[in-house]
């Protein structure tokens, strides 16, 4: 490496350095605010699991002399580069080990209602995975556990709420390393619906093993706070929103709402702001959304095709509407309401960042509203029948590209969505989701490196680093657009940091 190009490595390393120290006290002061959250991780390079598990199988210390017993042992023990836990067995017997999160009850909101993700990477011990590896289940207060899940080679995330304060987790098997482990759990229990899974009278809701079947069973059960997060599929039952503030958000690809000659969704009972509703399709009924006497949260949806209207606000509504797509409606989109930054067929309303174009919808006879797109659109599978929490697709290109596309309001962070996204957050039920159809621009600027929509030391620590990327020269165009910064990096409002936008399909 040249004399010149060491030296500027040394000094992005320091640079980096420094900026690790000034996030890891802003996270710190972050346990503070009233917007309770809790974050665990652990990549199994030091012994942390001896201490921080609730129960645990013998650790072995000495890889170089087999136990009697089921065992777990570091990795770190034989090979400082390839860490992680492995899990031993011996005879019929597995190694297990078992979290309570939070580790300490302190830490836990007032009224002790939580959810969030447990994600983990798997590998085979040696060879490829055979035969007993690694095994998970779930609980919500330690006594009653999901049913056994066989984790996967590669990334895994499961997720957990509890209304009694603390969620578990369980691993067992034998041959397999756990490594990587993050919780990150939020104040607010979220309850899970997925009417494409086995129905059982057992199921609780509160994780995507054990799904309701139907949305207004889980709405029913909320309390100030609550998300409902509802998987991919069509749901034909009339949704009412309860009178405190609960989010309603489809999790991966867009749940399709239907409710032929009624109301698909209503709000009532004077809801405010924090009655939010996300990143729906809604068709095939009277009219998408009524509201009466009450300011909901409406974003990223797509109401289309549906009997009168796609939104109905009477007695004194004030929806705050935005990133939506309406289209094909007889009697008007909106009523007594308006939008921002949102396509509308029979009129744009002079309100900010509103088109009146043809949103070139994907297929909408067979409910396909995802948007075309000469760079790729997500073209889901035919089967209504498949199953599981993520359904999977492939990507294809169109002739076209839709309107919608990069047209969302700027001063949202489009992170959750696929590159390239120009940027910009797309409109309508895909938007800001790894299914939103992928722009034909890329990023704004070649200086934001890690895409974060401000150009700083990290992003100079980034170019610096990568010799194959020009180093030097990699790091001028960093410093060319010092201090820019995209306008959602001051004026966030947060609701792209959910735990489900970390859904890859």
Known sequence: MPKRQRGLGWQAAI???????IAAAVLRADTADLDWSYCYVDDFGTTQAQTDSLNHSLFWLDPDVTPLEPCLYYMTAEDQTNVGLAFM????????????????????????RIGGTIDFDVRPLAGP????????????????????????????????????????????????????????????????????????????????LE???????????????DRVYVWPGTYRDRILFPGHPILVRSIGDAAVLQAPNDYAVSFYS???????????VICNSYTGIFIAGSSPTLSHLTIAGNQRHAIHAAFGADPQISNCIFWNHPDGDLVGCQAQYSCLQDRSDGQPGNIQADPLFADPNRLDYHL???????????????????????????????????AGDPALHPRAERMPNGGRINMGAYGGTTCASLSVVGWPKAGDRNY????NLFDYALAAGNE??????????????????????????????????????
């Open 15 to 21: 640079l980096f350095c420094a900026v690790l120290c």
């Open 89 to 112: 067995g011996s005879g019929d017997a597995t190694a297990y080990l078992e979290y309570r999160f939070p580790l300490d009850a302190a830490a836990l909101p007032n009224d002790q």
């Open 129 to 208: 995975m055979q035969g007993n590896t690694l095994f998970y289940s779930l609980s919500p207060n330690g006594q009653n556990w999901t049913r056994t899940v066989k984790a996967v080679t590669g990334h895994n995330q499961a997720w957990v709420a509890s209304a009694d304060g603390a969620v578990y987790i369980r691993f067992f098997g034998r041959s397999g390393v756990l490594d990587n482990l993050r919780v990150r759990l939020q104040h607010g229990v979220i309850y899970h619906v997925n009417n494409r899974a086995n129905a059982e009278a057992s199921h609780n809701g509160l994780s995507n």
């Open 211 to 225: 799904p309701f079947l139907e949305i207004q069973t889980a709405i029913d059960l909320t309390q100030e706070g």
């Open 270 to 280: 004077g809801q405010g702001p924090r009655s939010t509703l996300r990143n729906f």
């Open 372 to 406: 075309k797109s000469q760079r790729g659109r997500l073209l889901l599978p035919p089967d209504p029948n498949q199953t599981g929490p993520q359904v999977t697709g492939v990507w294809i290109t169109d002739p076209v590209t839709s309107p919608c596309i990069d």
């Open 452 to 455: 974060d929509g401000i150009v």
């Open 468 to 505: 194959a990327a020009g180093g030097v020269a990699a790091c001028r165009v960093v410093l060319r657009d010092w201090l820019w910064q995209a306008p959602w990096y001051n004026n966030d409002t947060g609701q792209n940091d959910d735990p489900a936008d970390s859904i890859v399909k």
